[in-house]
């Protein structure tokens, strides 16, 4: 009787340490909540099992060893088993996240990628018909961007990328949105500020940029400028209710823009 006494209750901590874990992975596996939390229901369910035969034994005297003896080799496997699962769903969740930051983040700069800058700015968009604040969008490109690349290497055209991301980022608020649409080209979205605002808010970007050395090659400050195209969008002149089309019309009005900037001569602003 004390050995299925024993086995029991090593078969009942085990499964409780089981369903322990089952509903733990209820907090912490947020893509499979709802498996997680079937499973870790069925094993505390179980957990009656286990107890059953302990209550019987104590109250009534009868037991069966052979169901002792393989209560605990269930119990024990099911517990390694939750381990081994509890292991295997935080590992998935970790490089599910993964996956999703690399199409937030562009990989080289830390800047947002193309596709996540464009969906928060569909997102600023629907918010500006709702508010009718204006929107700026700033089409930012490096002027010959091609020459440090061919003079100093692609390594280098790397670093000067990741500085830029830097020293822009620097400058901008937490609810603007800045974001690498292309090979040197970057998205600066700023809600809520008009022309003249948008103007001051580019003009800085430019002298800052200007200013601070965003590569050293051997000892030497590489220095680079870049144009800026900016566009405004204004909810009581454009009538136009869709976000994606407007979103379209911005981003090419800021495009040409910056392309007239660097027409103009480079390292200046074009409305």
């Not at 069925?42 to 002792?68: C, Q, S």
């Not at 003896?69 to 381990?83: C, D, E, K, R, T």
């Not at 983040?105 to 990628?113: F, N, Q, W």
């Not at 008009?194 to 050293?216: C, F, G, M, Q, T």
Request: aromatic share 10%; with cysteine; glycine share 6%.
């Amino acid at each position: 009787m004390i050995l299925a006494a024993v086995l029991y209750s090593i078969s009942l901590i085990a499964q409780i340490l089981a369903a322990a874990y089952a509903v733990n992975l209820i907090f912490r596996a947020r893509l499979y909540r709802l498996a997680c939390g079937f499973l870790g229901l069925g094993l505390t369910l179980m957990i009656g099992r286990r107890v059953t035969p302990l209550v019987v034994m104590f109250i009534e005297g009868r037991f069966n060893l052979a169901d002792a003896w393989l209560s605990l080799p269930i119990s024990i496997f099911l517990l390694l088993g939750m381990f081994q699962f509890k292991k295997l769903l935080i590992e998935l969740e970790e490089k599910n996240f993964a996956l999703d930051q690399s199409f937030k983040i562009d990989s080289l700069t830390g800047a947002m990628s193309r596709v996540e800058t464009l969906a928060r700015v569909d997102l600023e968009i629907k918010k500006s018909f709702r508010n009718k604040k204006h929107i700026a969008f700033l089409m930012a490109d490096i002027d010959c961007f091609k020459g440090v690349n061919d003079t100093y290497g692609h390594q280098v055209g790397d670093q000067v990328l990741v500085n830029l991301v830097k020293h822009c980022q620097d400058e901008l608020r937490e609810i603007d949105i800045f974001g690498r649409v292309g090979g040197e080209e970057f998205l600066i979205v700023l809600p809520e500020l008009n022309e003249a605002s948008a103007y001051e808010v580019a003009d800085r970007l430019r002298i800052h940029i200007a200013k601070e050395p965003s590569a050293n090659v051997e000892g030497k400050d590489i220095f680079i400028t870049i144009s800026i195209g900016v566009a405004v969008y204004d909810p009581h002149d454009d009538s136009e209710l869709n976000p994606q089309l407007v979103l379209r019309k911005y981003y090419e009005l800021c495009d040409q823009a910056m392309y007239r900037a660097k027409q103009a001569g480079r390292n200046r602003i074009s409305l």
